[in-house]
């Protein structure tokens, strides 16, 4: 990639071409669509103009006419993926509702891109999709009676709970991929490992909790729990 800037630069502020000439034979879409494809089929690793390139079928060094920095693929990258939101005209007027959509949905798409949680960050919350979600998130959540400043908290808890919980995911996953045995059996060995220690009564708290309210049974169910619990937390108290 290009070096940096003398000045920090915003890539949405800086037009897709400069100056005359033959009208480009790709558009900054294509150059982020093809950067994508990689990081979707091959991880983000291998994403490079060099890939990127052979992927257009064009020369590398034309590229940087498009993005001229690494970070700036990554930011136009992140809110491609943002674009895959499905946003109702309007909220449904339940709060909780809708929050609990955008948390679904968050988790699809980052699985859909498992390259997404190695490149988010803070610095890329003010996309054109970052800002289209931020309102309409803005607009679901005018029901709840707490300080806009709580509004904002909550989105970005919602999106750190998202983003934590697919982490773990993925990092189980990964893991299990190297194991020589399933993770069924991986599981029964360690399952049956702390049922021993806690025979030994030297666990009774635990053991009373494990069985009194056994774990959730799987990710899916893991996932709804926390982000109701996190949505509790925001919720007026009752009469």
């Known amino acids: 990639m290009a070096g940096r800037a003398a000045e920090p630069e915003v890539i949405w502020a800086r037009p897709e071409r400069t100056g005359r000439g033959p009208k480009p034979a790709y558009s900054r879409r294509d150059v982020v669509a093809a950067a994508v494809r990689i990081a979707d089929a091959e991880g983000i690793d291998a994403v490079s103009m060099r890939r990127i390139a052979a992927d257009l079928g064009c020369g590398t060094m034309s590229l940087y006419n498009y993005v ?77 009676d707490v300080e806009p400043g709580q509004r904002m908290q909550l989105i970005a808890m919602v999106n750190g709970t998202v983003m934590a919980t697919v ?18 059996e991986e599981q029964a060995v360690r399952g049956a490992y702390l049922m021993e220690q806690l025979a030994t009564g030297a666990y009774p708290h635990l053991a009373a909790l494990i069985a009194a309210s056994p774990a959730p049974a799987d990710t899916e169910e893991i996932f709804e729990l926390t982000i109701a619990r996190l949505l509790d937390s925001f919720a007026p108290p009752g009469p």
Not at 110 to 139: D, I, K, Q
Not at 170 to 180: D, S, T
């Open 68 to 144: 001229p920095r690494k970070e700036d693929l990554y930011e136009l990258m992140v809110d491609a993926a943002g674009e895959e939101y499905e946003l109702p005209e309007a909220p449904s007027g339940d709060w909780r509702a809708d929050m609990t959509d955008l948390a679904r949905q968050t988790r699809a798409i980052m699985y859909r891109h498992p390259w997404l949680t190695r490149v988010m960050t803070t610095a890329y919350g003010f996309s054109p999709n970052a800002l289209r979600y931020l309102e309409w998130c803005l607009g679901a959540l005018a029901p709840l």
């Open 167 to 184: 982490r773990n995911e993925q990092a189980i996953a990964e893991r299990a991929r190297g194991l020589p045995w399933s993770e069924e």
